[in-house]
């Protein structure tokens, strides 16, 4: 059967999920493309609530929702969508597991929060903590992540988490400009690194609760970086070099 109505009960909740209020009362998100749905049905297939391809796709998700063209188009954020999309359950929040672990502070552009996940899961800092940033299950976000969204644990929390991770003994590494050479650097403890708001930096209050303040030579061309790549210089410097 071809879902051709806007009036299909998962469809209207498709359109729902777009927005962050829904999203966070039923725990769902959803991804477009069908290199991330497969990524996350092979990482877990368990998150997977349902799936839905356009009828022309039909015959590579046998088990999948079919819907029209028209209102496959409908519920798409994307043009190029490939035909598929899934409901997914967001994972659940679990207790620090790694010894490396990112600190978004106030990151409010989702590319750069999609970006700086990605990396994350790629550099192994396999928590993610999000203080007031960009929504991480936003679709702009899931997209930049590429599948990553659901293989690092993410924790949304405040400040006090920095004062959690101390009395583990985590070096707390604020990235900022102010910082002494990121490459002169040396540690043996575990690490989380506090990656700031675009254009303000890490907050005073997050600085205060940091052990160490690091920033990453430039030429006198430029003055910063983008958050994702600063982030993404720092994250694999500190693990690969301190290790």
């Known amino acids: 059967m071809v879902i051709s109505s806007k009036e299909n009960k998962n469809i209207k909740l498709l359109q729902k999920l777009s927005q962050k209020k829904y999203r966070d009362e039923y725990g769902l998100f959803v991804v477009e493309g069908l290199r991330g749905v497969r990524d996350i049905m092979q990482f877990d297939e368990t ?19 079919i819907v029209s063209e028209r209102i496959f188009a409908s519920v798409c954020e994307t043009e190029n969508s490939q035909g598929i999309l899934a409901i997914v359950k967001k994972p659940i929040s679990r207790q620090i597991c790694s010894n490396f672990v990112l600190f978004l502070d106030r990151v409010r552009d989702p590319g750069n929060v999609g970006t700086l996940i990605r ?5 192994g800092y396999n928590d993610v903590i999000l203080h007031d940033c960009a929504d991480p ?45 990121v490459f002169d650097y040396k540690t043996d403890q575990k690490v989380c690194i506090v990656i700031g708001n675009e254009a303000n930096g890490v907050s005073d209050e997050a600085k205060k609760l940091c052990d160490t303040v690091l920033s990453i030579p430039m030429d006198g061309k430029i003055e910063s970086l983008n958050a994702g790549v600063s982030g993404a210089i720092m994250m ?8």
């Open 137 to 181: 299950y936003s679709g702009k976000v899931v997209r930049s992540t590429m599948s990553a969204i659901a293989k690092v644990n993410l924790i949304l929390a405040g400040y006090e988490y920095l004062s959690n991770l101390k009395r583990e003994n985590f070096n707390v590494i604020c990235a900022d400009m102010d910082g002494n050479n």
């Open 47 to 65: 998150l997977i609530d349902q799936i839905f391809v356009s009828e022309n796709k039909s015959d590579q998700f046998p088990n999948a929702n």
């Open 119 to 123: 990396t994350a899961c790629a550099a």
């Open 236 to 243: 694999y410097y500190l693990k690969y070099k301190t290790n």
